[in-house]
């Protein structure tokens, strides 16, 4: 018995390296279906880019030809400019959701109700909201049509308007996204330390500043989290566009991932080159984003592990 | 041959994919598709109805990875995309025979023949098409003491009497911006005539010639004074409707497909009317829209026999003459006759038979992307008329890049 004790067991190469090996195995199927469905369509986007193509006839290649046209297009800059627009004022989502959340986050008989009618924006899908912003905005008849005469606007409409069109949209895109930033803000209060708010409050803070310094900084996560679903929500402000305006009046109200798809799905695209191309730069402006964004989540992680 | 052996794998299954998902559309499909089997006991009919808008993308896919036997469409450039990939079958052979239809396809539907030719074969049968023009208020047009315009001088007072009396002479909803093209084609027609609506939409003429420039003075005298309804951009072609039906516009440059929902609106032949879009530079001979709508054989269909038959059958006069009462439009082939009691399709067919030739619409006889800019810089200029310039070299632009 002794003997065999002392006969080293045969380790298998499984068993060595088991521990390495096995979080890949659980990863495949993620990885697969995320190279397959996410990474591999984004090469195959920027490589259609360089061709003229109309998804039916063969594709010809033409270089950089898509990228010149896009500089020298006019309804281009006005989508940038307007995805511009709508990074800035999609942001208000982010303060008044947090103040309708610190509003909400009392103990009242009956607030859980109170709070689920304040996410429930959230829960309706964007094509109804825009449906029924649109008929709110409709000229004489809508909802807003006697606030609008009253300050002298008879029979103004905002989504025909050039000026307006955009801002129309992006407010009806505000209704679901203080909602998604107020159930941020409410469960980022949940795990407020009261403890550090009582000492605060012996030291004398009180108000304003014991909110700007001691529950908002405890709220960082929170901030962080609204900003990142906002920012990505505005760059991708599809439906709302698509229901409202269809990029109307004469392409005022275009956003860039709305653009893409007309010029390479809608009834007269089928440029799949040049909606490649937009999609390239789009893609582009959010890469940066996403690089800072993983920037910060990976310091933030080693500065809690310290 | 190919019959047999078609039949063997696909023994009288016929696929037939259409985007009638409205109301008259699909009831016409329907009977059409009955009265087919009726005749062609072996044959049964797998019908697949698309939704209307829906269509025009699921098309592109289906031709390629599952075609039907037989697919609606339309006439024109509207086909040349999948005429030039390949993906429609050839049936000059049909409209040659004439031993297979009752009389000769050639001469019984001559006019719509052209729309329907490209590179001297065609690839479709016309089954209907309708009428565009001005359909108007008679009741207001009575009290405000109008007779009918035949000329653009009467056109322009009849606005500006209507404007005066507090009433939207013409209503428009551009949202979809194809409403603009109407009223920009029959401008166009009006002015220079059908050949360079040809010219323009073929590319063959630069958009600052002062051609165009003519047309957009004219309809300048339209735009400048006001005579289309404001807001127009925010309004799909049935939410302009309703100041029609409401008494506050007076006219609309549509197709005949708007009398349905006008009349469900309560609007009746007694204070709805249509009148052929007036004249405008006289002597060039009168050309009209009529956007004709078509069935095709996908080239990959696996029953090409019977889709023949199919498509032999929708040509009959007897046939066209059934959907078209049904779809309240006008048959292509001329031995079919008309609907009776129907004052607009009566006009329509009047006009159209007088008509020196029928254009499909701008944004058929245009090539796609063409159309797309074209159309929005024509909602553009309706909304910012002083912007006309700047509109016109931008689509000058694109008319060179598309049409390289």
Not at chain 2, 384 to 402: F, G, H, S, T, Y
């Amino acid at each position: 018995m002794e003997l065999n004790n002392s006969k080293p067991k045969r380790i298998t190469w499984w068993q060595k390296n088991q521990v390495k090996i096995s979080p890949w195995i659980f990863l495949a199927p993620g990885l697969i279906f995320f190279s397959i469905y996410v990474i591999a369509p984004i090469f195959v986007s920027i490589g259609i880019s360089f061709y003229q193509w109309d998804g039916l006839s063969p594709s010809t290649y033409v270089g950089l030809q898509n990228y010149i046209e896009l500089l020298d297009d006019e309804y281009f800059y006005i989508s940038l400019w307007n995805n511009v627009k709508w990074l800035i004022f999609f942001m208000l989502a982010v303060p008044i959701g947090l103040g309708l959340a610190i509003f909400l986050n009392q103990i009242v008989f009956g607030i859980r109700l109170i709070k689920s009618l304040f996410f429930f924006p959230f829960v309706i899908s964007q094509v109804v909201i825009g449906l029924i912003f649109t008929w709110f905005y409709q000229p004489n008849y809508g909802v807003i049509a006697p606030f609008l005469d009253l300050i002298g606007l008879e029979g103004f409409s905002i989504l025909a308007n050039e000026d307006t069109a955009t801002y129309g949209i992006i407010f009806a895109g505000l209704y679901p996204q203080i909602a998604y930033c107020l159930i941020l803000y409410l469960t980022g209060l949940n795990n407020i330390n009261p403890e550090q708010i009582e000492a605060g409050r012996m030291d004398g803070a009180k108000g304003f500043h014991l909110f700007w310094n001691i529950v908002l900084p405890q709220l960082r996560h929170a901030t962080f989290l609204a900003i990142v679903v906002t920012v990505i929500g505005a760059l991708r402000s599809f439906d709302m566009v698509a229901i409202m305006t269809q990029g109307g009046p004469y392409g005022y109200s275009n956003v860039l991932a709305y653009y893409m798809f007309e010029q390479a799905l809608s009834e007269y695209g089928y440029r799949m080159g040049y909606g490649s191309a937009i999609a390239t730069v789009l893609f582009t402006i959010m890469m940066f984003y996403i690089l800072f964004f993983i920037y910060r989540m990976y310091r933030n992680e080693r500065e809690d592990n310290n | 041959m190919f019959g047999i052996i078609s039949s063997t794998s696909f023994a009288g299954t016929l696929v037939i994919n259409t985007d009638t998902s409205d109301a008259a559309p699909k009831e016409a499909f329907e009977y059409i598709i009955k009265k087919f089997e009726e005749e062609n006991p072996d044959v049964t009919v797998k019908w697949n109805v698309f939704d209307h808008e829906g269509y025009k993308q699921s098309i592109r896919n289906f031709l390629n990875t599952d075609p039907p036997d037989v697919a609606n469409w339309y006439a024109g450039n509207r086909m040349l995309p999948f005429v030039r990939a390949g993906l429609f079958e050839d049936v000059s052979d049909i409209w040659k025979d004439s031993g297979w239809v009752d009389g000769n396809l050639s001469e019984n539907m001559e006019h719509a023949k052209k729309s329907m030719t490209i590179g001297g074969k065609q690839w479709g049968i016309p089954y209907t098409y309708y009428q565009w023009g001005v359909y108007y208020r008679k009741d207001l047009f009575t009290a405000n003491g109008i007779s009918v315009p035949t000329t653009w001088d009467d056109f322009v007072a009849a606005c500006a009497t209507l404007k005066a009396a507090g009433i939207t002479p013409i209503t428009i909803g551009s949202k979809y911006l194809w409403t603009t093209a109407g009223v920009f084609d029959y401008l166009n027609l009006r002015t220079n005539g059908y050949e360079f609506h040809m010219d323009l939409t073929l590319g063959k003429v630069p958009y600052t010639d002062p051609k165009v420039q003519a047309v957009f003075d004219k309809w300048d005298e339209l735009v400048k004074p006001g005579y289309f309804l404001e807001n127009h951009a925010a309004l799909s072609w049935q939410e302009a409707l309703t100041p029609m039906v409401n008494g506050e516009a007076a006219m609309y440059v549509m197709g005949n497909f708007a009398v349905a929902p006008l009349k469900e609106a309560g609007l009746r032949d007694s204070n709805l009317g249509f009148f052929q879009f007036p004249e405008i530079t006289p002597g060039i001979p009168m050309a009209e829209e009529a956007p004709t709508d078509t069935v095709h054989i996908p080239s990959k269909a696996k029953n090409k026999t019977d889709a023949k038959r199919f498509l032999i059958f929708m040509s009959r006069a007897d046939v066209q003459e059934e959907i078209n009462k049904i779809l309240g439009q006008l048959p292509i082939n001329k031995n079919s006759s008309v609907k009776k009691g129907d004052p607009f399709l009566a006009a329509g067919l009047n006009m159209l038979n007088n008509a020196y030739a029928m254009a499909q619409f701008y944004d058929r006889d245009a090539p796609a992307q063409m159309a797309s800019e074209g159309m929005k810089g024509f909602q553009e200029y309706m909304s910012n008329p002083d912007r006309r310039q700047k509109i016109l070299e931008r689509l000058e632009k694109v008319r060179q890049k598309v049409y390289k």
